[in-house]
């Protein structure tokens, strides 16, 4: 809380400004709920605080004793009255970290006992990468930074060195700097389970030789032994689940044959088309609205995708291959990858007896949406879909994922390094469930309806509840950045921007007014969002310094899961551009579903 001293700015040579730095006091509002939930002497003691649980904050199993530890806990505040909370303790309980949007102590709650295709999957791309997809340096760093923030899918593409005889990861035809396989492996290993303990997938994007290949698989099962998962047969039938996993690696690539059937990666040519109007800048630009085609553009793009079939003769390297893949590489592998000859139409057919895994590019997926969404839906059902980047992706920005999460893709697999509202998005999907990197899908996704009808991702649906959000103030900026950080010569302009991410219907984005010269907006204004589809809705929340001159500044931002968003007042923490959580930067908020 800010403490009662001026501040002062430097305007020129010879003049100053100087500015009272506010107390963080509470806002009306709160004082008028204080007041409703306190005795004669304007105190709340345990009976009213655990009223004031469950009437306002939803929290209908608190009993009294929890509501009196809740008092107990701000014994060590000077402003603390023995009897209960005074106005300003309570204004300190609703401001505190116990009081988070999100209940951490809820931890991993969803079913866990599914086949993996029944959960959406925390998912990198190019997993090894530092920085822009051309010329950034690979290293096992990014590998360590992705799983340590609870991601579950590791993408490394493996080449053979110079001397063609060991192997190495790096970014085909590029000019990145290679790093080899064996300490990406181990570095996966040391933290695969360190924020969670359900499983995680190597995805190998693999160039490699039959020698190279047993090489590989000598390598997977020294390093990762008993942990390392591999399916009693060459095919599944259905996936085992998360729970069934635990703390198990599992492998996922094309099959040596498959996998020389595809063709190889055609980078350079679409890297000649230039950058993608796409690319973020500062904070990231706004995420793009999804957008339709038409199964034609689909067919006549296909030149700009690393995973697409290839009809045409195999080079006598590659049919060499075919005949003497590695049978302890392919013994290794537990989602097959790859897609059967005969296009998209093929490639979502549903094996009754067999799971694999395909991938689609972001912009194959939008125009394949266009025409199979329900047959794409109807796929993921039991198999697991892979949506990439588009390979103009150079800077290493993202794509909007709701248009994966809504046709059922497992894994919507993003550049990790960056930052961005798209990433942003990612980030607080992956909140949910405990942060342990599985969310399962919503129910309609999963269902088949009595004459095996399942759900039409372009159906207009009606409204299931309206979220109302109301935003008080914020506090925190003063600490965690620099006094003329945001101004030069007068404190901040805060204003927020609040909004959904989710289907079509339900997106939107709203902003607050404009609160000049203070470390402590209060906005005091209420927002409503109509939701057909709260199941993927996240709620997106951004502060930002308005700037006269130039681009509005960076304030903060976090991105939550609707459906586990905690009703009532709450204390909001924000996030840095990359995602790291600031240390006193908070915005205080009411969520209601109505």
Not at 399 to 426: C, D, E, K, T
Not at 434 to 445: A, H, I, Q, R
Not at 486 to 494: A, G, H, K, V, Y
Request: hydrophobic share 35%; with cysteine.
């Amino acid at each position: 809380m800010a403490s009662k001293q001026k501040q002062t700015y430097s305007v020129c040579f010879c003049c100053r400004r100087r500015f009272k730095l506010g107390i963080s006091e509470a806002p009306s509002q709160i004082r008028e709920l204080y007041h409703n939930y306190s005795d004669e002497s304007a105190i709340m003691t345990a009976s009213h605080l655990q009223r004031f649980l469950i009437e306002v904050q939803g929290d209908e199993n608190i009993t009294e004793n929890e509501a009196q530890s809740i008092i107990d806990g701000h014994k060590h505040l000077s402003i603390f009255h023995r009897r209960g909370l005074n106005l300003e303790s309570f204004f300190k309980f609703l401001f505190s970290d116990n009081n988070a949007p999100l209940l951490a102590s809820r931890g991993v709650h969803q079913v866990m006992s599914l086949p993996l295709s029944h959960y959406y999957i925390h998912t990198g791309h190019n997993s090894y990468l530092t920085g822009n997809q051309l010329s950034s340096d690979c290293s096992d760093a990014p590998i360590i930074v992705a799983l340590q923030r609870g991601v579950r899918v590791i993408e490394l593409d493996i080449w053979p060195n110079g001397s063609k005889d060991d192997i190495e990861v790096l970014h085909g035809r590029t000019l990145t700097t290679p790093v080899a396989l064996i300490k990406c492996l181990r570095s996966i290993k040391e933290y695969a389970f360190v924020a969670s303990e359900y499983p995680v997938v190597i995805t190998l994007e693999d160039h490699l030789t039959p020698d190279l290949q047993a090489k590989v698989a000598q390598m997977v099962t020294q390093t990762f032994g008993d942990i390392l998962f591999c399916p009693s047969s060459e095919s599944l039938k259905e996936f085992p689940s998360p729970d069934s996993l635990k703390r198990r690696i599992i492998i996922s690539t094309k099959p040596p044959k498959e996998y020389l059937e595809a063709k190889e990666v055609q980078e350079k040519e679409e890297l000649t088309k230039g950058k993608s109007s796409g690319d973020e800048e500062a904070w990231g630009k706004e995420v793009p609205s999804l957008r339709g085609g038409t199964i034609s553009d689909y067919k006549n793009n296909d030149d700009d995708d690393e995973d697409d079939l290839n009809e045409e003769e195999d080079s006598e390297e590659a049919e060499k291959s075919r005949q003497n893949g590695s049978g302890e590489y392919r013994r290794l592998i537990a989602i097959h990858a790859g897609k059967p000859k005969g296009g998209l139409v093929e490639g979502l057919k549903v094996d009754p007896d067999k799971v694999r895994r395909l991938s689609l590019s972001e912009s194959q997926l939008e125009k394949a949406a266009e025409t199979y969404g329900k047959e794409i839906v109807r796929f993921t059902q039991r198999n697991i879909l892979r949506v990439y980047p588009k390979g103009t992706r150079i800077t290493s920005s993202n794509y909007n994922p709701l248009i994966g999460w809504m046709h059922g893709a497992q894994m919507v697999a993003f550049n990790m390094q960056g930052y961005g509202r798209s990433l942003w998005l990612m980030q607080g999907m992956f909140k949910a469930n405990g942060g342990c990197g599985f969310v399962k899908k919503p129910d309609f996704l999963l269902k088949t309806g009595p004459n095996n009808e399942v759900f039409d991702p372009k159906a207009s649906l009606p409204l299931k509840t309206t979220l109302k959000v109301t935003v008080y103030m914020g506090e925190g900026w003063y600490y965690d950045f620099d006094h003329t950080h945001f101004d030069q010569f007068s404190p901040p302009d805060f204003y927020a921007r609040v909004g959904i991410a989710g289907v079509p219907f339900d997106t939107i984005m709203k902003k607050t007014k404009t609160v000049e010269d203070s470390w402590l907006p209060s906005w005091n204004e209420v927002f409503e969002f109509p939701l057909s589809v709260p199941e993927l809705a996240l709620l997106r929340i951004e502060v930002h310094e308005y700037d006269m001159s130039e681009k509005d500044d960076f304030g903060g931002q976090t991105c939550l899961p609707v459906w586990e968003l905690r009703t009532g007042i709450r204390a909001v923490p924000l996030h840095s551009r990359k995602g790291d959580k600031y240390n006193n930067v908070k915005l205080l908020m009411r969520f209601e579903f109505i």
